[in-house]
């Protein structure tokens, strides 16, 4: 990978050994010549292996001998580029501690500088317009380096050799403070006044990596309330920013992995257990114990956080779902209304990049959102692939685009619901094939005709000329966690999610099937239940809720004295009763997320939602940590060789505690040690009837720290291999993965 000090780091273990010889960046590989004696080349190589540089990753090493050269000392050649090969690009890092120091040192010369950076850290993927990784490809081309910078760019024992985006003071970019209107704010230090303006309650959209920041106080309720308003986000949780891990410590309770992950160069949100002391305004996440928390990534960040009074909230500079804004024309237009001044600089971003969310649980990590810190690096695959796009599906969207044994996942795109980002989708494709190096020989989309994915892929199959598969959602789902697991199959495949398009015309959401790259044999499912008003009750669990208890037990459940009908229209009731007497949208569904909207309505959590999956996520906040034995009822039923996992026993027993008073804490545990029972239970049937050990868990569902935790315990208990997603997420921004794989087993190819 490039820009990472990998030659430099070679050239110094050499030289520290008395080896001679070179070392040269080719398209892919560091090719590199040793001679001397062969103890100091294998201390070489020990320490080659050992100690790397920090953001490099070796793949593999490949040695052989050559006859000798008598080469009279070591040095670094010119790299060698051939057009059609690729390079793997390095995300952008966090700041490096070497550059903190400087930034904070007064006789430094880049004291204060917004825009340090060195050759462990700073901006990479969000500045190159193309390979090789050289600065006239990059958006510093219109900064010229001055001389002292220069000399250090130049200079193979600086920190700063080949640091493309190197600058100073003198060279580089500057800050800007205007108003919402764009006009300049003239202030003696831009960083100083923003966050004085932030503790006098103003909203700040501050340029970064990857696009725009919203940033505010987070500790003052009134004021995320207005960022909320003006950002049309009623509950979704936001995230916020604090100078450093002790403070973090103060508002959440850490432990060393997510310690580890809240350092991490990638710079990424970690979602944290927040502490009954905290001091967050409750505004920030509402109805939710945990907290996405980041520490400062940028030298901006930095200083500023050196001069907030307060954590800060730091949100994507965008209205609702839409993309990231990154040129300041485009974000003084787009968030002008949301923002009461604007920290502008003359650095262009090449690629919008939002922030990655992580969470850690037990010994294991799951990814939420893969972003920045994370793509372009790509996923190694467990075969060699054909080159392929696969186009995702629909919410949280990512691409996937194939070749050789690398499959480069797109960063999070968003969801699939307006031009925005269908235009970001696009263009960042664009970026991709370029850097890449890829021109698809196949596109691969999910089997939902109403998805925007799906129908571009069905376009540009027909521009393009290109034979185009169907992938069916859970199945790619779980291709994708054997990808991420470089697993080959066939494993038992459990995908748990909200919605997927089935084979059979109704919605999927809870499938347990066994699996490999060639195809995959549905086994099990959550019975069929209606969702009355279809898409319109995802926004409304109290309609699922509604749909369920007729449906399972009859009309007399809808006059029930129930939270899920309290605030309800009694006319509404009746129009949800025909809906399904009648057959009138109300589709099917084995959805587990609809399970869990459904229970979350049915004891009074939430009725209504402004987000995916908030029903689900308040559900698990306040499920009883010490309920873990007592379990609901349920039936299995086989119809022609699948299993349907029928819920009638669980709806009344759940009615049944909640009209005896039990708590909702308690009735949302005894829900989820029978969801994770009802997992295992299949899995383990699956597995005596197949003898296949592995079991791929897959879907947002998995997204429950609870559910995810639990069942990898039982499954291990019972001698099965649980394999969970750890460098995708298991929710539809790993879709694209799993489609990518299924398309390269295709008949024919490979
Ligand atoms: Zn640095
Ligand atoms: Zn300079
Ligand atoms: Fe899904």
Known sequence: MQGVGFRPFIY????????????????????????????????????????????????????????????????ILKSLVKNEEYQLISPDLATCVDCQKEIFDPANRRYRYPFTNCTNCGPRFTIIEDIPYDRSRTTMRHFQMCPECKKEYDDVENRRFHAQPNVCPVCGPRLELTDSKGVPVSVKDVIAASARLISAGKIIAIKGLGGFLLACDATNDKIVRLLRERKQRPDKPLAVMVKNVVEARRICQINRQEEELLNSPAGQIVLLKMKSTSIIASEVAPGLKHLGMMLPYTPLHHLLMNEAMTPLVMTSGNISEEPIAKDNSEALARLGSIADYFVLHNRNIYSRYDDSVVMAE???????????????????????????????????????????????????????????????????????????????????????????????????????????????????????????????????????????????GHIWGSEFMIADYQGYQRKAHLEYLPVPGGNAAINRPY????????????????????????????????????????????????????????????????????????????????ADENVRDKLYPYNIETCAGIDIIRLKALFLALIADYQKGVPAAVISAIFHNTVVRIICETASKLSRETDIKDVALSGGVFQNRRILNQVSLELKKMNLRPLIHKRTPCNDAGISLGQAAAANMIEGRN
């Open 12 to 75: 110094q273990l050499a030289r520290k050994n008395g080896l001679t010889g070179w070392v040269c960046n080719t398209s892919g590989d560091v090719t590199m010549v040793v001679e001397g004696q062969q103890g100091c080349i294998d201390q070489f190589m020990t320490e080659l292996r050992a100690n790397p540089p920090p953001q490099s990753h070796i793949e593999s090493i490949t040695e052989e001998f050559e006859p000798t050269g008598n080469y009279p000392q070591f040095e």
């Open 362 to 504: 037990q010994d294991s990590v799951s990814i939420i959102r893969r972003a920045r810190g994370q793509a372009p690096y790509p996923i190694k695959l467990p075969f060699q692939s054909r080159l392929l796009l696969a186009c995702g599906a629909d919410m949280k969207n990512t691409f996937c685009l194939t070749r050789n044994n690398h499959a480069f996942i797109s960063q999070h795109i968003g969801d699939m619901e307006n031009a925005e980002t269908l235009e970001h989708f696009e263009s960042t494709l664009g970026q991709y094939k370029k850097l890449f190096r890829i021109e698809p020989e196949m596109i691969a989309c999910d089997l939902h005709p109403d998805y925007l994915s799906t129908q571009w892929a069905v376009n540009e199959a027909k521009k393009t000329n290109l034979p185009l598969i169907k992938v069916q959602h859970h199945y790619a789902h779980i291709l994708s966690c054997m990808a991420d697991n470089e697993v080959l199959g066939p494993v038992i495949g459990i995908a748990l999610d909200g919605t997927g398009y089935g084979t059979d």
């Open 543 to 622: 309609r699922t809720a509604a749909g369920y208890l007729y449906s399972l037990a009859g009309p007399e459940t809808l006059e029930m004295d129930l939270p899920c009908f309290k605030d309800i229209e009694r006319t509404e009731i009746a129009v949800i009763r025909q809906q399904i007497d009648h057959k009138l949208n109300s589709p099917l569904t084995s959805s587990c997320g609809r399970l869990f909207d459904a229970v979350s309505a049915l004891i009074g959590v939430k009725q209504r939602v402004s987000y995916e999956g908030q029903a689900a996520m308040e559900l698990e906040e306040i």
